[in-house]
Structure formats: C-alpha cells, structure tokens
C-alpha cells in the first residue's frame, strides 16, 4: 500500500461569483523513503494540492488516503492529529514562533499531542542533534541566521517522528550557500532516516536534490517522471 | 494534562510580558474593580461584625426611648423625654430597668493637665441596663440624686490616667471649673451605646448635670433627656412590652388616641437596620464602581485579545499546522486572557487590602474588615472576567483554518 494514495482529486473555490478549479482530478501514488519534487508556474495546482496532501484543506471531490486513513472522511480534530503524527512541514518563511527559543519551538508539536514536559525535552535536543543546532538550543529566532532558523523549522518536523516531510519552497527565503546545506540536510534525511519528503520549488536546481519531479499546470498533473 | 496546562500557561505568560505596557493598560480596569470588590466585602462583613459585638455586649433585651430625629411634620408640639416618661416606663410590666441619659463632653483638669472627658448623666438604674459594675466604691444615693450632689463615678482607664494606681474614690476632680468628689470607679466595660466610652469616661446624677452645670448641654428645657435606656426582662415578650410602653408614654404626653407619636422607640432590630443602612450605602457605591470597573476592564482584555489574535494569525496558523486542534488554540487564548485578568486581579487585591487598612484604621464610623473569603471571592471575579471577556476572542482564534491563516501577512 502506498505512503499516499490520491483518487482524482477535485478543489473548486468560489471567489465573489467566479468558481475557480484549482485541481482537476489529480491521482498520484507516493511511495514511502520517496523524495518528490513538485513544480510548476503559480496558479498551476501546486500549492492547492499541497495543502489538501499536508492535510491543511480537505477536497471538494474524490479521495485521500495517507498512510491507511482515508483522510477525506476525517472531521477537523481528527485531522489536527493526522497531521501532528503523519506530517512535518517546513515552510519558505520558517515559520518560527518568536520570542520562543529554537528548543521550544521544537518542543512544540509534542505539546499538542500530550509529551510529558522531561521526554518532550529529551526528544527536541535530539532532533537538534540531528539538524547540528544543539549549541543553539536556547537562542532565540531572531538571534539565529535564515539557515540556521530553516533547521530549527526541519528540528520541529522531525520531533513527532512523522514519516512525511513537506517542503515548500524551503529555500525561498535562503542564499545558495544556506540552500546548499538545507537541501543537503534533507537528502540526509531522505537517505539516513527513510523519510517521505516532498518539496515545492521553481528552481530547478533545487529539485535536483529529489528522486522524481511531478509538474503542474492548470489544475492537473502534466508529467511524472522518475530520475535514473 | 497539567502538564499541557502549564505550557499553555508558560506561553501565555510570555506573550502578556512581550507587551508589558498594553498588559499593564489593560488590567487597570480589573485592578479597580477587584480593589472596589474587596473593599466593599470588607465594609459589609465589618459592620456584620461590629452589629455581633454590639449584640453580644449589650443582649438584645435593650430599648431606647427618644426623640425621633425626623419628626412628623404633622406634630407640632412635641413633648420632651423627660422624667416623668421614665417613672411611667419603670412602673410597666416587664421592664426591669429605666435610665436617663444625657451624655456630653467636660473638660476635666487635674494637676497641670488638661483633657476633655465623655459624661454621661444618669442614675442608678443605667449599671441594671447595661449591666455595668463597680470595681470600687458606690452608686449614686437617692439623696445625691435629689440634692444635685457633685458626685461623679469614674471609668477605669481615665481613673488610672488620673490617679495612677492610687484609689480615687474621695478624691475631687474638676469638671469645667467644678468640683466633683469621686465615689466609685468602675470595673472595665469598653465601649457602650452610641458612641459612649465608658472606660474613657464619667458619670454623674442627671439632675447635676441638668442643673449644676451650665454649659455644654443642647437641651434647652432643663428637665429634658437625650434618651432612656430601657432593659426588658424577657426577650420574647420585647414586643407586647413595647407596645404597654408606647402606650404608658403616649397617657404621659396626653396624645390624642388617634394622634401620631412624637417620640420614638427602638429596639435592637432598628439599631442594626441604622448601621446597615449606613454601610449599605458605602456597599452600594463600591460595588456600582466594581462593577463598572470590572465590565470597562473586561472590555478592555476583550479589545486586546482580539488585538492579540489579529497580530498572531501567523502564529495560530503555524500551531494548527503542527497538530493544534480549535479547541487547543481556544484554551491558549482563553488562559490568556485569565492570566491577563488575573495578575489585574492579583494588584487589585493588594490596593484593596491596603484601602481597607486605612479605612479600616482612620474611621470608626464605617468598620471594615478583610477575610479571606473575600480575597478569594474577588480574585474569583476576576479570573470569571478574564473568561468571561476572553471567550469570544478566544472562540474567533479557534475558528480560523491552517491555510487562511498561515497565508495572513
């Protein structure tokens, strides 16, 4: 059974009168251990249907299953679980919370899923290990640079021990050094640890680092392709 | 869980001292009404307090006969209490005990010092009424009273304020420039009716003091009294004894048996609803300010916490993101706001304590006095405020979705 498994999804927003078909029936199987990379112009899809998959959106028609739950079928609630233990998400714009040291913005996601407070610790000076960051632990966001803020926001996707990293263009906001090492940092991941990571670009160069690259355009999925 | 809370409570509090100047701002309106809350508590369960003092140094088998102090408009001769009304109360069924009370200030000299000095006039029957005892000494004789004898029997503290520890009974003491032998002095009692101090003060024969003495009496007949301190013997029968006493002092001012009262009887009931409705009013006035307060400051961390929820969309929108449920986000926003009220509550109750305090040490006129419960029912009241005003703001942060407000800028 795939990691995920998307059966023609359809999204369709209503902007004042204007229906607008974000996705076109979209079906699309990701393997776990995958490192996919997903592109295209904006207003092709792309976001739209990262958000349904980061369970984030629900779709207006067809179906989702991620790893054995049919998503589609889960209330609200339910779906904040799924995405604290299934999902880590890493975002163009870190996505850190201020004022809060990069150990508790770690520490985070496991508040919400009941950690008691001395594993929690335990578990975010980990997942700091494993970024490079533990020297860190206790500076603040703002004291930290793009790079190192980007590993701290990887730090926190990793924490739950989710099988599933999405990406979204997480070297948007990064120079090509930093980008370097974030990409670098993630084909680790994808290598070392075996999870599923999925990322958003329009650069090229960047979904280089992935293993298979899906584009889209106008709402539906005009190439797959696997490398090597 | 606890564990959880705390974390909330952590973030909470860290977010309420990112903003420490808006925080402040905000709970002052809390921190008035909660001070207003806890003052008013303290005015009523003081006078509470001092009614069961009253009540037990006194009983309640007491009644005053008097004037009343707003007459009826109607009555335009009204007779004064004088003797007459206390020979008649004495000869009703039930009384045991009828005094004449004029009370005023002397200035009493002795040696090369000079005070003033509480004197109330009187005869023997005020130690039956109020059940005052000598602890050296005796009372006033027939005689004494009938001749305006300078007599004068002396309260303990301004005995020993006097006399030190030399017994004073036979010593002369000089009430505003005259004479008085002191006969008796009598055991500690502390304070009496209306204000009346007999440990600090003196007592005399009501007939010097009506007419030996000419100054400081407001009574312009000479025979009349400020009022009569009547004890009945049985309290369950206070109000048919009431009643022959009205009746007896109505035949004594020959009123007309369809005419209104020109005096006044109280009992222990009327005395309390006096001091109540005095510490009432004060209620009245710090619980509207209270509760203004509390409704402006409640207000007021509504108005921040939506400001507050506006300014982190971003923020909610990454914590729903990484697994936050609505009602997580709502519990964050709504200790927030608790903790917020809180702390206002929390500086609230010091400034009432301390308000408290200084009425409590400056006015005998309205007492006050701090419990526990009502630092407890104050600090409630705030914490109530912060949920209160903190649910709708609380309820708009759990109801955004991830992406809406992830995309917020």
Not at chain 1, 55 to 81: F, H, M, R, W
Not at chain 1, 129 to 157: T, Y
Not at chain 2, 116 to 142: C, H, M, N, P
């Amino acid at each position: 059974m795939s990691l995920i498994e998307t059966i023609n999804l359809y999204k369709t927003y209503t902007v004042g009168d204007v229906q607008v078909h974000a996705l076109q029936g979209v079906s699309i199987n990701i393997e776990r251990g995958e490192f996919v990379a997903v592109m295209g112009p904006s207003g092709s899809g792309k976001s739209t249907f990262m958000n349904i998959l980061g369970c984030l959106d629900k779709p207006t028609q067809g179906k989702y299953v991620l790893d054995g739950i049919d998503v589609t079928a889960t209330n609200l609630s339910e779906l904040a679980g799924v995405r604290n233990r299934k999902i880590g998400f890493v975002f163009q714009g870190f996505n850190l919370i201020s004022r809060t040291s990069a150990l508790e913005n770690v520490e985070l996601p496991m508040i919400y899923n009941h950690t008691p407070a001395h594993k929690r610790r335990e578990k975010a000076m980990e997942a700091l290990k494993a970024v490079g960051l533990e020297a860190r632990a206790h500076h603040m966001p703002n004291q930290l640079s793009g790079g190192q803020q980007q590993r701290v926001a990887i730090a926190r996707s990793l924490v739950c021990d989710a099988p599933i990293i999405f990406a979204d263009e997480p070297t948007g906001n990064l120079d090509t050094k930093m980008s370097i090492e974030v990409m670098d940092l993630f084909t680790r991941l994808n290598k070392d640890l075996g999870k599923t990571i999925i990322l958003i670009t329009h650069e090229p160069d960047i979904a280089e680092y992935a293993g298979r690259l899906i584009t889209f355009r106008d709402g539906q999925k005009v190439s797959d392709e696997v490398k090597k | 869980m606890i564990d959880t809370f705390l974390s909330v409570f952590r973030i909470s509090v860290k977010a309420i001292f990112a903003n420490k100047m808006r925080a402040a701002l905000t709970s002052l309106g809390i921190v008035i009404g909660v001070a207003a809350v806890i003052t008013m508590l303290a005015v009523g369960s003081g006078t509470q307090k001092s009614m069961e003092e009253r009540f037990s140094r006194f009983g309640t088998n007491i009644l005053y006969l008097r004037q009343p102090w707003d007459l009826d408009e109607s009555i335009t001769s009204p007779k004064d209490i004088t003797m007459d009304d206390v020979r008649a109360v004495r000869r009703v069924r039930g009384v045991t005990a009828a005094a004449p009370y004029i009370s005023s200030g002397f200035e009493v000299k002795y040696g090369i010092t000079k005070t003033t000095i509480d004197v109330l006039a009187t005869d023997t029957d005020i130690f039956k009424a109020y059940d005052w005892q000598l602890a050296s000494g005796r009372q006033f004789t027939e005689q004494e009273i009938s001749s305006y004898a300078q007599v004068a029997i002396l309260g303990d503290s301004i005995a020993k304020t006097i006399f030190n520890d030399v017994d004073a009974v036979g010593k002369t003491v000089i009430f505003d420039e005259v004479p008085f032998t002191v006969i008796g002095v009598m055991k500690k009692n502390g304070q009496g009716g209306f204000g009346f101090d007999m440990d600090e003060g003196t007592l005399i024969p009501y007939t010097t003091g009506k007419i030996k003495m000419n100054t400081g009496w407001g009574n312009s007949d000479p025979r009349s009294l400020d009022q009569v301190i009547i004890r009945v013997g049985d309290f369950n029968k206070i109000d048919e004894i009431k009643v022959a006493i009205t009746n007896s002092v109505r035949n004594t001012h020959k009123i007309h048996p369809l005419g209104k009262d020109d005096f006044q009887l109280d009992d222990f009931a009327s005395f309390v609803e006096e001091a109540k409705a005095a510490s009432k009013t004060m209620s009245i006035l710090l619980g509207v300010i209270g509760a203004v307060s509390l409704l402006v400051g409640g207000i007021g961390v509504m108005n921040i916490m939506l400001v507050s929820v506006t300014e982190r969309t971003r923020e909610i929108g990454i914590r729903m993101a990484i697994g936050a449920t609505s009602a997580d986000i709502r519990l964050q926003f709504l200790v927030e706001a608790m903790t917020l009220s809180c702390i206002g509550g929390i500086i609230g109750i010091i400034l009432g304590v301390g308000v408290t305090m200084i009425v409590a040490a400056n006015s005998t006129s309205i007492p006050a006095q701090m419990s526990l419960s009502s630092i407890i029912i104050s600090f409630a009241f705030s914490a109530a405020t912060g949920i209160f005003f903190g649910y709708y703001p609380a309820h708009k942060a759990s109801k955004l979705t991830p992406i809406d407000a992830l995309r917020y800028e």
